[in-house]
């Protein structure tokens, strides 16, 4: 993954793009798919999955732009579909093995993110440039 790639993502994550919208943006820019489109797409997977807290948004993201970029489309052979496949498991494994999990709420350590008291911490804290900017960096290089 290029450093320009990485220093994208970082830089949209910091302009307030969710974490899934800007490592998806950042690392399918290569893909042909504009990207208003890619961002509109990962909306929903922010915060591990609309703020549910599940598989972190940068993870997602990572694997949006996995299957944009590697991904099988209409009327491919299933054999893509495969390859993504292990590319995924491969992206998850190792994103796992350098932050210690692949859940949001566990790499926020329990930081709730769906009440205004968790949400008030995540800001007290700084987790967005202590702990989610790292992530997004990691998954973005991850996906390169």
Known sequence: MSDDTLRRAEELF?????????????CASD???PPEL?????TGFGAGLGRSQE??????GAILALGL????????EKTRTEETYRDVQALLRDF?????SCNCRELLGGCDLRTDEGQRAFQERGYLTKRCVEY???AAALAG
């Open 38 to 42: 890619v961002v509109k797409l990962a």
């Open 14 to 26: 910091l302009q307030g793009y969710n974490c899934a919208q800007a490592v998806s943006c950042a």
């Open 31 to 33: 893909c042909g798919v």
């Open 55 to 60: 598989t972190c948004g940068a993870v997602t």
């Open 136 to 138: 997004v960096k990691t």
């Open 69 to 76: 970029r590697n991904g099988r489309a209409l009327g491919e």
């Open 96 to 100: 796992a093995a350098l932050h210690g």
